[in-house]
Structure formats: structure tokens, C-alpha cells
Nanobody, 121 residues
Framework: QVALMESGGGLVQAGGSLRLSCAAS????????MGWYRQAPGKQRELVAA???????NFADSVKGRFTISRDSAKNTVYLQMNSLKPEDTATYYC???????????????WGQGTQVTVSS
């Protein structure tokens, strides 16, 4: 089995910073893409940032220049550094990873439970 565990959410004032972490564990053969989605109340889940195994990245337009994403492949961990936070960044942030499990054919998306980020004005 595979599990993703997020940490680092919390309450911060506008203009502040937070760093989210997500560690994948379990019967992992290989991880391709990792990243973060977010969902605010009453809104659809949206992609925030993603990073491939080759360290190619992409970001939502709304976070470009403020958020960075990185990964430590040795630790199966992805990080989201969020700077210059705005109240509109308030949401539940979900980690995901495209993983091939040991002894399994094919790649599957796995999701974390979510971590709350609240930005006060």
C-alpha cells in the first residue's frame, strides 16, 4: 500500500509564508509526477503546482512568482514553498503523486488527506 502524508498547513497573515511537505511511503517502485491541488469552499479543486521526476515544473497562473515546488526523490517527498500569501490562497491543499507500486503494473494517482491553509487579511 501507498500513503501520502502532508504537513505544514496553518494560519498566516497576508504577505506571510508557509511551507507544505508531503511524504510518500509504502510499497513504492517509482514516482513520476508529484504536486499540489487546492480546494476552497464552494469551488472546484484546482492544480496549484506540479513537478516531474525530471524536475520540470508547472504552476497555476495565480501563484506564479509566489510559490515554488521542489522534491527530494531520495525521501519521496515534495515541498511547496508559499510566499506573499493572499487571502484568496485560503483552501485545503492536497498532495498527489503518480506512483507505480512494487509488483504492480501501471501508474496510479494517490492523494493525501489534505492540509488547511488559512490566510487572514
Amino acid at each position: 500500500q501507498v500513503a501520502l502524508m502532508e504537513s505544514g498547513g496553518g494560519l498566516v497573515q497576508a504577505g506571510g509564508s508557509l511551507r507544505l511537505s508531503c511524504a510518500a511511503s509504502g510499497s513504492i517502485f517509482s514516482i513520476n509526477r508529484m504536486g499540489w491541488y487546492r480546494q476552497a469552499p464552494g469551488k472546484q479543486r484546482e492544480l496549484v503546482a506540479a513537478i516531474t521526476s525530471g524536475n520540470s515544473t508547472n504552476f497555476a497562473d495565480s501563484v506564479k512568482g509566489r510559490f515554488t515546488i521542489s522534491r527530494d526523490s531520495a525521501k519521496n517527498t515534495v515541498y511547496l514553498q508559499m510566499n506573499s500569501l493572499k487571502p484568496e490562497d485560503t483552501a485545503t491543499y492536497y498532495c498527489y503523486a503518480l506512483i507505480r507500486s512494487t509488483g504492480q503494473v501501471g501508474w496510479f494517482d494517490y492523494w493525501g488527506q489534505g492540509t488547511q491553509v488559512t490566510v487572514s487579511s
